[in-house]
């Protein structure tokens, strides 16, 4: 028998009021007009240490038409199923935002009148990024009790928007059956309140 694609999907509840620890978890572009490939290279992800930073001032790195490369940056990039967030950079909306190699480019809405070298300021939509946070470590907890619960389970797929997360298995027979015990475990693990403690597995991209 072939293994039926299922998915469990996620909703956010009503916010309990209390600060919830929840983390984060295309083609090249060519001739940037940048000042070295060190420093581009050098880009720093802040949202990755300070995830609950909505603002900041960055450097610009680099900038080819519409599009620009910054360092510090707290403007996550889509990966990891989970989507990119949303913001401005010097004022101007953010369209998209795309790892390309050891960096992250953004395509703005309009062409930016700053230079390489100049600061600008950094803002990201919070309430979407604090949805978008709370979701995806949801679902990495619903997760690893799936994989608790049958480890040779395969994962074919996810995706964490900002009303609702998504995960794809390969699983043979009817998943939902299983919901029950599966919310009842992670109410148990929340209700917990076990510390969180944060690692990184690419310590030399922070």
């Not at 420093?39 to 900038?63: G, H, K, Q």
């Not at 050891?102 to 930016?112: C, S």
């Not at 939902?176 to 030399?204: C, G, K, N």
Request: aromatic share 10%.
């Amino acid at each position: 028998p072939v293994a039926r694609r299922s998915a469990v999907t996620l909703r956010p509840p009503g916010c309990c009021g209390r600060r919830c620890a929840f983390g984060l978890f295309a083609a090249p572009i060519q001739d940037l007009t940048r000042p070295s490939d060190k420093a581009v290279s050098a880009m720093e992800r802040a949202f990755w240490s300070t995830p609950y930073l909505a603002n900041l001032d960055a450097e610009v790195l680099a900038i080819d038409g519409r599009e620009v490369v910054i360092s510090p940056t707290i403007f996550f990039a889509e990966s990891g199923g989970q989507e990119s967030d949303r913001g401005t950079i010097g004022g101007i909306e953010v369209e998209q935002a795309r790892i390309v190699d050891d960096r992250i480019v953004y395509r703005l809405a309009a062409e930016p009148d700053f230079s390489v070298g100049d600061q600008v300021a950094v803002a990201i939509d919070w309430p979407r990024r604090y949805a978008l946070m709370r979701l995806h470590f949801a679902a990495e907890i619903v997760l690893e009790l799936f994989y608790k619960k049958f480890p040779a389970m395969e994962k074919v797929g996810a995706h964490i928007g900002q009303s609702k997360a998504r995960i794809d298995f390969a699983f043979e027979g009817n998943i939902s059956q299983h919901f029950p015990e599966i919310e009842r475990d992670v109410a148990q693990l929340v209700a917990a309140d076990l510390p969180i403690e944060s690692r990184f597995t690419d310590v030399a991209r922070l």
